[in-house]
């Protein structure tokens, strides 16, 4: 959490970088580009991002679309949602005593669970999460910018399966560091009908902390 609370400073005091600073702004909901806030169901990245857009949320009213295709990587218990579909998690007692934030108006106001359909079902893989994403992504066709709140497993396995094999961008290899913030553009290209999807890596731009040695 207080790892989450830097972001939304960095952010606070950033706003007019010279590199990241139109990246900054839309983070803050003071771009003139819109932006499409949606964080994993799993309740630490729902508290990272309340955390971190903090500020922005208070003053827009705006929700957070909580989507179950973010939900993280691997067969560890800490990666299973326990909120039924269709429900915002509860915070846990931890959340509700982080002072610098009011995490409790924050689960209660400004999340949106409509996309949340529950836990990973146990036949499910995370490639098949990351195209239903992308699917999802690229169907709301009025929004182009997102901002997601995610898993270091399920963000580097991302960047593996969307680079060209060829690539030796760091991303495959290293994950992003907590609370990091990297900045990267998803095409899309229709072949007979068939979409498929790749990250450009000269877009991949690290905004705070980036990705671990």
């Known amino acids: 959490m207080d790892q989450a609370n ?5 952010l606070a005091k950033n706003r007019d970088d010279a590199v990241h600073g139109e990246t900054i702004k839309m983070m803050l909901g003071e771009s003139d580009e819109p932006s499409v806030m949606v964080t994993s169901n799993l309740r630490r990245a729902i508290s990272t991002g309340v955390i971190s857009v903090w500020d922005r949320l208070r003053s827009s009213g705006e929700k957070i679309l909580v989507h179950s295709a973010l939900q ?4 560890n218990p800490d990666t299973l949602a326990i909120s039924p579909p269709g429900s915002v998690p509860v915070p846990s007692w931890i959340d509700c005593k982080y002072e610098p ?18 836990s990973k079902a ?7 999460r990351m195209q239903a ?5 690229f169907s709301e066709a009025s ?6 709140f995610g898993h270091s497993l399920w963000f580097r396995s991302f ?11 760091v991303s495959k290899n290293k994950k992003m560091k907590n609370c990091a913030v990297v900045k990267l553009t998803l095409r899309r290209i229709m072949t007979n009908g068939q979409a498929m999807y790749s990250i450009d890596e000269s877009s991949i731009s690290s905004v705070y902390l980036g990705f671990e040695k």
């Open 6 to 10: 830097k972001v939304r400073e960095y």
């Open 72 to 75: 993280e990587i691997s067969k």
């Open 101 to 118: 934030v009011d995490m409790s108006k924050g689960y209660k106001s400004y999340l949106d669970a409509e996309f949340n359909t529950g």
């Open 122 to 128: 146990l036949a499910s893989t995370g490639q098949q």
């Open 133 to 137: 994403f992308n699917e999802w992504a």
């Open 143 to 148: 929004k182009e910018n997102f901002i997601c």
């Open 159 to 169: 960047f593996r399966e969307y680079l060209a094999n060829s690539s030796k961008h």
